[in-house]
């Protein structure tokens, strides 16, 4: 059977980059597994304007006192050094602007129907933590679904109307309601979860444990000896 992991995560989450490539990484410590990875919306600050913000204004007011920002520089820090752990090449420095995520979760929503979905966020996560584009903009947007095989006239439109907002808002409202506060959370088969980007081998042993709780399928034959 497939075991299916739901990802809630945001696409201007750096900790959210990290826990796929290590969920990447627990598949492959557990290649015996059938998992199936959907990604669900959260929006981190849904307050942010819906054409963005100033990234150091914004991130001045998150982190005004000098504390704060000796915390979040440590934090960087050690982005920096799991991104090369993970071969993700973290490049803080080329973003200035701190993005409205909810049409990049609409476009992974999109990627997603066609079987793109893990693409779709690896394409959003390096354009925006890696070359500093701002991932809230049509047509960066657009030229990222070009570039992972999606039509990119198809989801101009898209963007253009209100295809799937309620979808998205409403995804995004069931697991708040659901008590995921903070990303990445994994939810296994909505019965178990785990949240934090922990190790692959953290997870691995999460994904065993996720299918050994999954109902057995019984062979053909004792199913039709039983009458089922």
Not at 84 to 103: G, V
Request: proline residues 5%; charged residues 25%.
């Amino acid at each position: 059977m497939t075991l299916h992991i739901e990802m809630v995560s945001d696409l201007v989450c750096p900790w959210c980059w990290v826990g796929l490539r290590r969920l990447k990484g627990a598949m492959a410590l557990e290649p015996d597994l059938d998992v199936d990875i959907l990604f669900r919306p959260f929006e981190l600050d849904p307050t942010i304007p819906a054409g963005g913000t100033d990234y150091k204004a914004y991130m001045k007011a998150r982190f005004g006192s000098d504390q704060s920002r000796d915390r979040a520089n440590s934090m960087r820090d050690a982005l920096i050094q799991y991104g090369k752990d993970e071969d993700i090449p973290f490049d803080f420095d080329r973003i200035t602007w701190r993005p409205n995520s909810f049409n990049a979760h609409r476009l992974v929503h999109w990627a997603q129907g066609q079987s793109r979905g893990i693409e779709a966020k690896e394409a959003l996560f390096e354009a925006y933590f890696s070359k500093g584009l701002d991932i809230g903009d049509h047509e960066v947007l657009v030229t990222l679904a070009s570039e992972i095989g999606l039509d990119p006239n198809i989801v101009s439109d898209l963007l253009a109307s209100e295809a799937d907002i309620e979808t998205v808002r409403g995804e995004q409202n069931l697991f708040r309601q659901m008590g995921v506060s903070g990303v990445p959370t994994f939810i296994a088969m909505r019965q178990i979860a785990v949240q934090g980007a922990e190790s692959s081998e953290k997870l691995a042993r999460f994904l065993k444990t996720a299918a050994a709780q999954m109902p057995q399928e019984r062979p053909l034959a004792d199913a039709e000896e039983s009458g089922a």
